[in-house]
């Protein structure tokens, strides 16, 4: 089982049952991936919109809420666009980053599609784990790998394409 640390700074995440979101996520992005999801550790910070919004000022200079934040333990970005990023390998520090997320941009996304909570919830959290291994979406081709490899990843769990 991969070792999710969920600290939940808004009540609103436990009803929403993040820490279940977010293992199930972690688990299978990291099992996609081919990385045994037992070997590696990920934070998760459960918040609400003004938290978020300072995170987001302090670390990227923008004063505005976001739905996630990702915070990666090592750059492992791929110097060619579209190309794979370096994965990590095992050994004695797992810790792969943290993840921060904001309920109400979550939800008002999730009513705005029409979608579940629980399935926009999973799709971020495996959007930020992917971050987290030096996936991107800056350069097109690395935009298009990180949504493919998102799809496939939410596939196996049962949930539509968020992109379509």
Same mark, same amino acid.
């Given at each position: ?5 969920? /600290? @939940? ?10 820490? %279940?979101?977010?293992? %199930? #996520?972690? $688990?299978?992005? /990291? #099992? ?9 550790? +990920? ?6 919109? #003004? %938290? ?21 333990? =090592? $750059? ?5 666009? *579209? ?6 390998? =095992? ?9 921060? +997320? ?6 008002? $996304? =999730? ?12 799709? /971020? @959290?495996?959007?930020? +784990? ?24 939410? *596939? ?9």
């Amino acid at each position: 089982m991969t070792g999710v640390d969920c /600290l @939940i700074e808004d009540d609103r995440w436990q009803e929403a049952g993040l820490e %279940r979101l977010a293992a %199930r #996520a972690a $688990e299978a992005t /990291l #099992a996609h991936l081919r990385l045994d999801p037992a070997e590696w550790e +990920i934070a998760v910070l459960g918040c609400d919109d #003004a %938290r978020i919004a300072a995170l987001n000022e302090d670390f990227r200079d923008k004063a505005a809420a976001t739905n996630v934040l990702s915070w990666p333990s =090592a $750059e492992r970005g791929a110097a060619t666009d *579209g190309a794979v990023p370096d994965l990590p390998e =095992a050994g004695p520090d797992p810790e792969l980053g943290d993840i921060a +997320i904001a309920y109400d941009t979550c939800a008002q $996304e =999730a009513r705005t599609a029409g979608k579940p909570m629980e399935d926009h919830v999973t799709h /971020l @959290i495996v959007h930020g +784990i992917l971050h987290l291994l030096g996936y991107d979406h800056v350069r097109d081709k690395d935009a298009t790998l990180m949504e493919r490899t998102e799809v496939e990843i939410l *596939g196996k769990l049962g949930l539509p394409d968020p992109y379509s």
